[in-house]
Structure formats: C-alpha cells, structure tokens
C-alpha cells in the first residue's frame, strides 16, 4: 500500500523532552497512541538533556579550537544516543520501530559544518520503513554532506530536521513537542491574563520570536512557511489532546484580530553615537564595521539637529556584545570627529505583532497612546508590515506589557 | 604517490588508553611520533573509559531487553566519541588527521547485531585519506551492514577492526596497545622471576588466551594468523621504544624454548556425574544438554570403574555457569540411573604453553613430575600438541605455578 503524505505526522521531541528514562518512555507511549489513532509517526529526537554541553566540554578538555567537522561527530552522537533509547523504549510497549541517523535517512547538506544546510532530503529509506508497520525515529539536528561527512545543522536544527521532513515527506502536521504548552499572546509572568494562542499565521510567529518570544527558531519557520508546512507547538507533558498552538498560513481559519501578542525583550542596550557631521555614507560606515565582527543591530534610528547640520545615531544590540561595540563606536567616534558616544543599558522593547495591523489604521498611534497614559516615555519607535516596536525605560518594560495586552488582546 | 602497505602501522589504543582528556593527548602525542618517523598510521580506537558501561546502563534504564540493532547504534556511539576526540587531539599538535566510523571506512558485516563478523572492507577511504597526508583513526569494534545498519563486532571488537584493517591494508604491523607492556611467561604476582616474552607465535598466544592469560580475543587472534598480521602488545603509558610482545608465525627469528609459559586459570570448577550405565550416547546427552544452554566446557575425562561397568565423566566449567549446569545435571542423573553428582569448586587449572613440545617428548612426564616433587596432586589432565594442563587443588595452584616456571622458564 502507497502510504499518502497526509497519513504521515512528524513529531519533534527537545532534549528536555527526553533528558531521562522516565521522559523517555512517556515520550515513546505519546508516540505509541499516535500510531495506534492511525497515523504513520516520524519522530525526529535531540540530544538528551545537557548531553550536548557535556559533549562540548568534553572537546574543551582537548583543545580550545575543535575542528568544526570532528565536533560534528562527537555531537552528532548525542542525537544518536537519543534516537536509539527512544526507539528501545517504544520496542518495550510492542511495536515495530527503527532509529536512522542523518546519514542513513540521507539528509543531504552542503559542507558548512556546524551549521549545514539541508540541500536534499532521500524519503525512499522512511517510506519503506512506514509500509512496513515501522515507528520511525530519526536523529535530529545531523546530516551528512556530499563527501559522506557528518555535519550538524546549527542552532535549532532538531526543530529544522523535523520541519525539512515534513516538506519532503509532505506531512499533514508537523508537531514540535518541548515543554511549554503553546504560544501565549503575551509572557503570563507579566500579563496575567494572557492566554493561549489558538492558530497564527507563519509571519506573526517570525515577527514575535524575533521580537524575544523563544519556542522556536526563525530559520526551521522560514522554512515551514515556504514548504506550507503546517507547525503544531505542544508540551510533551500535558495531555496531547488539549493545548497547543497551529502555527499555519493565513487563511479564513484564523480568528482576525488586530494584535496577536505582546512581547518583551529585556536583552537591549541603547547606543548613540552623537554630534556626527552630516556627509554621505556615514550610516554604512557605522554599520559596516558594526557587521564585520557579526555584530546584530536591533533598531535603527537617525536623527539630525535642525540647526547645527550634525547627527545622531542610535541603535540597539544585545548585552552580551555591548562592549565589543563600544570600542568599534569609540574607534569611529574619534575617527568621524563626532561628539560623543552614549550607553543606555536599562532599556527594554516592547512589540505588538498581529497581521490584522495590516489593514487597521491607527494601531501605532494607538498604541502610543496607550504607552503616553500610562507615563512611559517612548526613546525608539520601528515598525514593519505587521509588528511596532518600542524601545521605553527599562523600569517601564512591564507595565507597557500589561498595558498593552489589555488594549489590545483582552476583552 | 601510490603507498606500500609497509609504510602503514596500524595502532590500537583501547577504552583504558583513552579514558581521559590527560590519557588522549598522551595518545595523540605517541600517533604524532609514529607518523613522525615516517610511518602512514592509521589508529583504531575503543570507548573512552567507562563510556561503554554507561551506555549499557542507560539502555538498561528503558528496557532489560534492548533489540540489538538500537543497542549497536547506542554503543557506536562511544567509539564515535573516542575517534573524535583524538582526533581533535591530534589536530590541536598541528597534523592533518581525519576520523572515520566503521561505515564511513566501509567495514562491511553481516548483519548479526551485537556479534557480527567482517565480510569486506573497502580501504579506498582510508588509503586516499592517508595519501592526502593525513592520519586516520577508525572508529573501532563497529562495522555497517550491506542494508546500511550499525553493527557491533562482540567483546574484543576493536582488537578485531585494527587486525581486519592490518590485513587488507597489507600493514607491517599491527600495535595493540594496552595496559600492560607484553606477555609474560607468568603473572609476575605469582612467579617473581616471570618475564616479558619478546616473541611468540599465534598458536602458543591462542593457547595461552583460552589457558587464561587476557591480553587478547582469541577471534583478533586467529584472524592475525590467517592473515599472517604481525602483532605488537605494547604498554600506551610506557616508552614506545621498549618492551613489547610481537606475535608471530613461527620462524627461525623466534628464540627456541620447550615452554614458553605458564598460565593458572582460577575460573574453574570440577563437576563429575559418577555412576553413569555405560552404554553408547551418554557423553553426547550430557555435552548436548550443556551446550544447548551455551555453557563452556573445558576439560573432560571419563574414566569407568572396571568390575561394576558404570562409568564417570568429569569435566570443569566457570564458576559463572556453575548454577546452570547444576540444574541440568541433577535432571540428568535421575534420567540416566546416575550414582551422583559431586561438584568442586575449589580447583584451578595450571597450563604449560610451548611450540617447542612439538618436538621435545617427555615435557608431560617433566610437568607431572614437578608437580608431585612438590606433593601437588593432578585431578584432571588435558593435552594439545602444545600445550599440557592441569586441573589441581585450589590451594596448590599458584605453588604449582611457581614450580613449573622455575624448572621450564629460568635459567
């Protein structure tokens, strides 16, 4: 029997999913009751618990340089060692199953190893795996490159692994268990009201994890996008028939709403680099050396003083790279002639995302309002298609939340 | 440039040689001079440590009965993580070094899970790879199926892959090391005058192994052997230029010695089934019943009473099996009208292991000889063409041991 795409579920398990014995077996009878409701289950697993780290310790012991292509095999045996106990633990409940690595599946990826890309995925080995009653279970995160070289996938790959498989294999969902039970409109730490998304569209889910919501990696969801593979985010704790939300694309299915969800993120520092003499090619100058040392610039804004024909640059970056700008910027502060160089380290940035923005009018204005009632000074404003992006004082990084949420996501 | 075969040493280092970040560099330092003084080295490598264990027990944390094909893949692991780390090792001296698994290389088995045996092994990877100057570690004890599964070769397996290896790659000679610097004519604990033995043939150390002296796998043995791969047992702690064991076929380069050891197997306990109705098939019922559970039986001697027609037969295994064999013997006594069984647990088996007897009559008489001079009683004896043993009473074993040495091994 010609097995169709539509029977087929890909299910992701996260090393959390899987980090001992006892996670292990509750993952394989989760897998279990989806076979047993008739479907075909492809289960793509990672590295159990803090495996990766030791493995990645264990190469520092040895040199502080690995070479990329043999930390892949060591790493790779991590997604391994997850793949083969699962599989054990689902032949213990009875049913037939096999575990493949990335090279066995034949996950073809160009050779940039430790963060391949995926060029080409062979379904034949799975496909005759699943017509012969098999669970198939494969390990996450690797691949193998032309030269028969085993490569890994970056961060998030397992997510990527699973998205790539339910492309090629055609899968009706693909299911990424970890261990929150959905999406949230906004973090029920701050907004206490905040609930459970239902179903959102691929780009809102890109424009929050970019905006700080974690759950998954922007790259595996570019790819569900393109390949419309249909995502399901679930808690492999809870009951599998509740929670959970549809990543998906837009369609009538959605509930409309203006804002799908809120997001905060704290890990923002401010710079401005002031008093810059106003001639062409200043701003790539800036940016330019910014990006040699792959240094991600968050929001951008330029601004000039009506009178003196000097300006200012502002931007934001994250924590961790804040002293590495901060010599580039005082290198090209005395390089530029310009007046002085600023750091504002207690800012956060609050978003709204929904694609209803795109024909409400007024939304931004809105929620400025919302931000000006409430007291917070707002010191960086950017927006796209569907998002609007505040940078306010970090004290004020809550309470613009709670705000907002309640403007715009409660009844 | 084509290579000779002679230019390539392949080396293994086992789990004890590698079971530390301190124990690796140590390794890779010891490849490095090898590869330095002109020699094309490929290095076969065992789990690190205790990794083996571990692995076992995570498997045994899900199920008691793992299938063998997940257990193969979760064990490959460990070699997968001791070839990649000497390999970054290596790396981190500043030589050119690629690590293989046993499917990379292309150690074609059969597909018996957890004891498979090698049918092939491609070695264009490996030659290319040393062409391109690098060194290559393999990934010992793990072979691929023709279906492209991960096998395990069973206990010794890494011994197996760096023989296998030696001989299709036509190399001079194949390094094990290990923990201890060669063989010994004794265990030097017993017979203080006992020495390293320079030189011994495949025959003397296959008897010597099935006569309880470790060291080596009897299989690694024999397929050395057959394919005339001259051995070297050496220490990986201890200067590569001393010391050592070569085994080898038997030529005028081996120093001519009637004995060349002594071995005392403490691992033995004498069963004897006594008062048994002779008549034809019952050694076969007996040795049937015992094999059919896998039990090993070392020695057997039966003996019959001369007036009553009722014969004994005697006959050690390990203590181990002890239980086992028990049980079918007391069923086998009432089937058979046997007297009884009478079981001693307190015996231990002395060897004398030489190619020399061959041609020396009178070593058994010699042996027995020194044995009642110091007032040890034989209970049981076995001969081979070179090789005569003795199962004598527990508590005389090791004076047994130092007797037959003094007279057959010092000067």
Redesign the interface.
């Known amino acids: 029997m010609k097995l169709s795409g539509k029977d087929i579920v890909v299910q992701k398990y996260g090393g959390t999913s899987v980090r ?2 006892d996670r ?2 509750n993952v394989a009878s989760r897998i279990l009751r989806a076979a047993e409701s008739g479907k075909r289950v492809v289960a793509v697993v990672s590295a159990p618990g803090d495996t990766t780290d030791r ?1 990645m310790e ?2 520092s ?3 502080s ?3 990329e ?3 892949d ?2 790493l ?2 991590g997604e ?2 997850g ?3 699962l ?3 689902i ?2 409940l009875g049913s037939r ?3 493949l ?1 990335g ?2 599946v034949g996950i073809l990826t160009d050779s940039e190893h430790s963060r391949a890309r995926i060029k080409k995925i062979d379904t034949r ?1 799975i496909l005759s795996a699943l017509e012969e009653g098999n669970i198939v279970i494969v390990a996450g995160f690797q691949g193998v490159s032309a030269d ?1 070289n ?1 490569t890994t996938l970056g961060r998030g790959g397992s997510d990527l692994s699973a998205v790539a498989l339910a492309a090629v294999l055609g899968a009706g969902v693909c299911e990424i268990y970890t261990d929150v039970d959905g999406v949230y409109t906004a973090d029920p730490s701050v907004a206490e009201k905040a609930f459970r998304i239902e179903r959102i569209t691929y780009d809102e889910m890109l424009e929050l994890a970019s905006a700080g919501a974690g759950v998954m990696q922007s790259r595996s969801m570019e790819v569900a996008k393109k390949h419309s593979v249909r995502l399901s985010i679930r808690s492999s704790l809870a009951d599998e028939r509740k929670g959970g939300t549809i990543i998906m694309e837009d369609t009538k299915d959605l509930e409309q709403v203006v804002v799908r969800g809120v997001t905060l993120d704290e890990d923002q520092v401010k710079m401005s680099i002031e008093g810059i003499p106003d001639r062409p090619g200043i701003a790539a100058e800036i940016f330019g050396a910014l990006a040699a040392e792959s240094i991600n610039v968050d929001m951008i804004i330029q601004s000039s003083a009506y009178k003196t024909g000097l300006n200012t640059i502002s931007f934001t970056v994250s924590h961790g790279r804040l002293k590495r700008a901060r010599e580039i910027l005082d290198g090209l502060e005395r390089e530029m002639g310009a007046e002085r160089v600023v750091v504002d380290e207690d800012v956060h940035k609050v978003s709204i995302v929904g694609i209803g923005m795109r024909s409400h009018a007024g939304v931004a204005a809105k929620m400025f309002e919302v931000l000006a009632k409430n007291s917070i000074n707002i010191e960086m404003i950017s927006t796209s298609e569907i998002k609007i992006s505040c940078v306010v004082p970090g004290k004020y990084g809550k309470d613009a939340v709670k705000a907002l949420h309640r403007e715009f996501c409660e009844e």
Chains 1, 2 share one sequence.
Do not use: F
Request: glycine share 0%; net charge negative; aromatic share 0%.
């Open positions: 001992d014995a292990i077996k493995l264990m190469a012991s040895i040199t340089e690995p070479p292509r043999e930390l095999v060591l790779s045996t391994m060692q793949m083969s106990l599989a054990m633990a032949h213990e199953v096999v575990s690595t090279a066995q080995k028969d085993i």
